[in-house]
DNA sequence: CAGTTTATGTCAGCCTTGTTGACTTTCCAA
DNA sequence: TTGGAAAGTCAACAAGGCTGACATAAACTG
């Protein structure tokens, strides 16, 4: 029932993409190996917002602030549709953070020039400093992360998580490393 | 104060661990890079959780009952203790999971042997079917993802996260990896 | 044995962040 | 001019975090 049938099991269909060399061990598509690139994602996102978790709680924001700020401070001037894409949230519930950053003075929303539906977003010099604040937290651990393991390694983490992505989560990604 | 400035900044501390040779780029550590990985873990997280949480929807269950099964699967007969630390919540948010798993047959919890203080946790049959489905769905796209990149790249995949993990995670994950 | 600590459970209340549904206003475009 | 897209708002709700207070049983300690 567990084990080595599982593991057996889940190698049985038609094997693709870059894993096709036909001497391969595939023991890395083993559900064992898999069990453990489950529980280091969830592990590791822990560590990953921890930092920036803390600093938000002494601000009295949370995640979705955050969320919010980073990826307005990609792509500045971005409306609010094209966020919820990205966020993948709803309006209301976007909104409802959105309009918070706006009062505390973080954001500011500008009526569409040529579509005056639309509201154009962007960070204040206020929000500026705290994306950096946010951000640089952030980097410092995957800085050092990234030092310990490595090139060869940040180069396999990068396709593995490409790969883990929805498809259409994945164009957005794509979209933003244009862009950067 | 953005790009070039930025990227030179973070590579101005002194250099340990795996990147250590003397002659190395180091381009993978540049501000845009660690970017790309963050936001890279963001929307592949999603991805990550996206399945389980399609089928835990239908049963209106969430990702906290999720994660309370998945741990009681991996270390049986664990105590509530073990598994607060683990899932690092207070343990009236893992009680309150705890309560309507037991309460709905797919969890049992039993008065400790040796320490009668103690409940040891197990999955019923039932929570055993419930564990497979929510793996499997969560393996599946782990496997595809895996067999597009590759066995190198899921070793790298494996050592970046292992690193952005707190100290304390990376023992717990550790500890689950030798008893798997 | 008395007192303390540990493990667990529970009640009450709060917050953030997600959801749905209904509705309005604005305004572009056919 | 009318349809529909974009944006915003209000209400209500749920999941799942949190704190604080308290109860109980068992184990440990002096």
Redesign the pocket.
């Known amino acids: 029932m567990r084990g080595a049938d599982m593991a057996d099991s889940s190698l049985g269909g038609p094997i693709g993409g870059a894993a096709r060399s036909s001497g391969e061990t595939l023991l890395f598509l083993t559900d064992d190996q898999l069990r453990r690139g489950i529980e280091a994602m969830f592990f590791a996102y822990r560590g990953f917002t921890a930092d920036p978790d803390r600093i938000l709680a002494e601000k009295?924001?949370?995640?979705?602030?955050h969320r919010a700020i980073h990826f307005i401070h990609r792509t500045p001037g971005t409306?609010?549709?094209n966020l919820l894409d990205i966020l993948?949230?709803?309006?209301?519930?976007?909104?409802?953070?959105?309009?918070t950053l706006i009062e505390d003075g973080l954001v500011e929303?500008k009526?569409?020039v040529k579509?005056?539906?639309?509201?154009h977003l962007n960070l204040t010099e206020e929000g500026q400093e705290l994306e950096k604040v946010l951000g640089e937290a952030q980097r410092k651990r995957m800085r050092a992360a990234y030092r310990e393991a490595g090139p060869d390694a940040v180069a396999g983490f990068q396709q593995v998580l490409q790969q883990i992505m929805d498809p259409k989560m994945r164009t957005h990604f794509d979209q933003l490393k244009e862009g950067g």
Do not use: I
Not at 60 to 65: C, K, L, V
Not at 115 to 119: I, M, Y
């Open positions: 009295s924001y949370g995640r979705a602030h409306t609010v549709n993948g949230v709803t309006k209301q519930s976007l909104n409802r953070v959105l309009r929303s009526v569409g579509d005056r539906r639309e509201r």
